[in-house]
């Protein structure tokens, strides 16, 4: 048996989704699958049942799991040790988001205060996130809405409120705020399912029985202020962004009927081994997000 077996299980028994465990390990899904049979072969057992074209532990992978997943995290301790002897640590952590737009201030005050470390971020849609988070192929992830799984340690960081971007010229310019039925069948611009505040979206418009009438998705929300201005139809903005940008405040309309837009939390695997350098920038994401309050 090669510790790579092992490795493939894990990741395999954690997303219950051979696809996804085979993007996660850069590896092709007929591959994993062959690896994954002959890891059974060797023990004798099927780890897996197959239900349809899902895939899901069974007894014996529930058992082996829990000691699998000990000796690779048992490894990357005893990894860490030898790296902090040899004075030499983790420096480069990868951050997924589905709401990229809170992430270039994070980014660049992060950089400045810690020269020594490298944050790469990255943007994703939440199904992904969840993968790479359990597959550790990503240290963090910023999303909304909140991450609700067992194997996933989810901190809400902030919540933003919800305002409405106006064409010029628009009839609903004419109030001074907003209610949620105000959008209702109006021509709206909006990330695809998955992305940004999408999520968030659907669920107050579902909470109001509202449908607008979407015209644009775009995985890009900086592209959206463009749509709303050449007249395409109406965004809805985090009170974030709107504060202290006059020009983009002038055009929008608070949204008085809804608390919150979105709950923006970060997330990261359950009992996953950390380094001083995990611990330092999970509490400088805290810190710098603190001020926005919860």
């Known amino acids: 048996m090669e510790l790579k077996h092992i490795k493939y299980f894990c ?5 219950e989704n051979v696809t996804a465990a085979a993007q996660a390990l850069m590896v092709s899904q007929p591959y994993l699958s062959k690896k994954i049979g002959q890891l059974e072969e060797e023990l004798g057992v099927k780890l897996f049942d197959h ?27 005893a990894q860490d040790q030898l790296d902090e002897i ?5 420096t480069t952590f990868t951050l997924l988001t589905n709401v990229s737009l809170y992430m270039p201030g994070l980014l660049g005050a992060f950089q400045q205060a810690n020269q020594n470390l490298t944050l790469i971020q990255s943007s994703a849609p939440r199904g992904k996130i969840i993968a790479a988070l359990l597959s550790e192929e990503s240290d963090f992830a910023i999303c909304t809405p909140p991450i609700d799984h067992e194997e996933i340690e989810t901190r809400l960081l902030f919540k933003d409120t919800a305002f409405a971007l106006l064409p010029d010229n628009h009839p609903l310019q004419r109030k001074k705020s907003l209610l949620v039925s105000d959008l209702n069948n109006k021509n709206f611009i909006i990330t695809p ?12 418009f579902a909470s109001k029985n509202v449908y607008p009438r979407i015209v644009i998705e775009t995985a890009d929300s900086s592209l959206m202020p463009a749509y709303v201005r050449a007249g395409a139809g109406i965004a809805m903005i985090p009170g974030t962004v709107v504060d202290g ?42 810190q710098y997000y603190s001020p926005m309050g919860i």
Not at 58 to 66: A, I
Request: hydrophobic letters at 35%.
């Open 245 to 286: 940008n006059e020009s983009l405040a002038a055009e929008c309309k608070r949204i008085s009927d809804t608390d919150y837009l979105a709950h923006i939390s970060l997330s990261w695997k359950k009992n996953r081994h950390k380094t001083k350098n995990h611990l330092l920038l999970m509490d400088f994401m805290v």
């Open 193 to 204: 399912v998955g992305y940004g505040m999408r999520d968030n979206m659907d669920l107050v």
């Open 51 to 77: 239900i349809g074209r899902n895939i899901k532990l069974n007894e014996y992978g529930k058992s082996y799991y829990k000691y699998a997943r000990s000796i690779l995290d048992m490894l990357d301790i």
């Open 86 to 90: 040899k004075g030499k640590t983790t």
């Open 11 to 15: 990741s395999v028994a954690e997303t």
